[in-house]
């Protein structure tokens, strides 16, 4: 018999089904307990193609679209975020990325950083966010 204890301990990986997963030894999202973490996502599509290029708004709505599409694989919903991390390569563009950001979070304000990196993974990638959140029962 399982206790509820050993059922909140339980570790539940969900893959993007990237070829990136395997390679590197990552998941898009892990779960365990009631708590999700999220890798650092970016606005790449299904087919590995950069959306938004140039636009650092579009690239954050993006990203943000496929979090909540990730997040509900897990059982967890945007309400449920608690803390978002997102890099982008040029600061001054703060304001796009903010306003995005917003546009998904204006009510429910999670904790937050924003910090610019010299470059990521592609160079077309302007932003790249990461998602922790706590699903409530």
Do not use: C
Request: avoid cysteine; charge should be negative.
């Amino acid at each position: 018999m399982t206790t509820n204890s050993e059922k909140n301990s339980e570790r539940l990986n969900y893959p993007s089904g990237s070829k990136w997963e395997d390679i590197i030894g990552y998941s898009r999202v892990v779960k365990m307990g009631n708590i999700v973490e999220m890798s650092g996502t970016t606005a790449t599509d299904e087919d590995g193609q950069v959306q938004g290029i140039n636009d650092p708004y579009q690239q954050t709505r993006y990203i943000l679209g496929k979090v909540a599409k990730y997040l509900q694989m897990a059982g967890a919903t945007m309400e449920d975020v608690i803390r978002t991390r997102i890099f982008v390569t040029d600061i001054s563009q703060w304001e796009a990325v903010g306003r995005a950001h917003g546009e998904f979070f204006g009510d429910i304000k999670p904790t937050t950083s924003m910090v610019e990196v010299a470059k990521l993974i592609n160079p077309e990638l302007l932003v790249e966010i990461e998602v922790s959140a706590v699903v409530h029962s």
